[in-house]
């Protein structure tokens, strides 16, 4: 049960890796009880487990770790130089996103890029409680978002914002110019 929450979580791959091999010491417990009770089905199911367990450490405790060190060090050597602020990509899901009065808002989901221009379009922003409970979905376009290092900031008063109809779950636009934003536009304070 552990191992399954820690997988879960989605913490990140060192958390995820952990989980694996908690995964792989239970699967090597049970087939040692399947070789030790003659549980032939036991002892085959758990050592196949265990196979798969060692995939899930080398994906997640080896090269998927080393992805997010390798993006972490981008991001942290680009904060201390003269070049412009980066962050990854993937690093955006999960991202808090603040009002310009510095209130919290919710995370971001997920951003959509442009295949043309390489930019990203609209970010789609999730708010609600914890768990996802109540949660709402709304597709920011890019001109009205400041990127940061840790957090996305919306330049948009907080009731422009909340007046966006949310997304339908599994139906996101095309372009955040068809997310029908509110009267006045993202910019309008």
């Not at 989980?19 to 417990?29: A, P, Q, R, T």
Request: glycine fraction near 12%; proline fraction near 5%; charged fraction near 15%.
């Amino acid at each position: 049960m552990i191992a399954a929450m820690m997988t879960a979580a989605n913490l990140g791959a060192r958390v995820t890796g952990w989980g694996f091999v908690v995964f792989s010491l239970g699967s090597v417990c049970w087939a040692t009880i399947g070789v030790m009770s003659g549980q032939t089905n036991l002892m085959a199911t758990n050592i196949f487990l265990t196979f798969v367990n060692v995939v899930g450490i080398w994906r997640w405790l080896g090269r998927q770790r080393a992805y997010e060190d390798g993006g972490k060090s981008a991001t942290a050597a680009s904060r201390r130089s003269s070049a412009p602020t980066l962050f990854t990509a993937t690093g955006i899901a999960g991202m808090a996103v603040e009002d310009v009065e510095g209130t919290a808002v919710g995370k971001t989901v997920e951003a959509l890029i442009e295949c043309s221009s390489a930019g990203v379009s609209y970010v789609v922003v999730a708010t609600g409680k914890a768990g996802g409970i109540e949660e709402e979905l709304r597709a920011i376009p890019r001109e009205a978002i400041m990127f940061g290092g840790d957090k996305l900031v919306l330049t948009m008063p907080r009731h422009l914002f909340e007046a966006i109809p949310p997304l339908e779950p599994g139906d996101w636009p095309a372009s955040a110019s068809c997310a029908s934003s509110p009267p006045g536009g993202p910019n309008d304070r």
